[in-house]
């Protein structure tokens, strides 16, 4: 009798043990990486901006620069999305965009390996104008409407309204919200 006490006792153990601790390893099994969020994030940053494209434009051409920590992720799901009703095409530069060649860009996401001198030349002898996106690169704001960066393992973002508003790019309220750095004044 005593045996079957503990034996009862010690299944109820396991199955409480079971309980508790199969969600936890559930969730952390799911948690999804670092690129992953980032990539969200860039497709939510696109999702609430208003963009400075053409209206026969059908498709957000999506530039990478100096390999930006959200290249990957972004390189592999994003030719099913789409954005406000347009289609989303990703494109890779190693470490400078073409200027003498030059590929239209709608946002140029810019990365570590990032040639910044060539990257002034080439937003200054661009007539496009575009929404850049810091993944990762040594300039921050200076250069981007949008700087993507990781803090207490939250990947959160900052924003430069001054940068937008010269290139034509317009972020919504909503997004302005949930940023945790304003830059500039809107317009």
Do not use: W
Request: proline share 4%; glycine share 4%; charged share 25%.
């Amino acid at each position: 009798m005593k045996n079957k006490r503990t034996l009862i006792t010690i299944k109820f153990l396991f199955l409480l043990l079971h309980l508790i601790y199969a969600p936890i390893a559930l969730a952390l099994v799911n948690q999804p990486d670092e690129e992953s969020i980032r990539a969200a994030m860039v497709i939510g940053i696109l999702r609430y901006a208003q963009l400075p494209m053409a209206e026969d434009d059908k498709t957000i051409q999506v530039c990478s620069i100096g390999q930006p920590l959200v290249e990957d992720k972004l390189k592999t799901n994003i030719s099913g999305l789409r954005v406000n009703r347009k289609k989303l095409e990703f494109k890779s530069f190693p470490s400078k965009l073409p200027i003498e060649n030059p590929i239209r860009c709608h946002v140029v996401i810019q990365g570590e390996n990032t040639n910044t001198d060539q990257f002034v030349k080439f937003l200054a002898e661009t007539d496009q104008n575009m929404l850049v996106i810091c993944d990762g690169c040594s300039t921050g704001l200076k250069l981007a409407s949008v700087e993507l960066f990781k803090r207490n393992n939250a990947i959160s973002f900052k924003v430069n309204l001054d940068l937008a508003a010269q290139n034509r790019v317009v972020f919504s309220s909503s997004l302005l919200e949930i940023a945790s750095e304003i830059k500039g004044k809107s317009r």
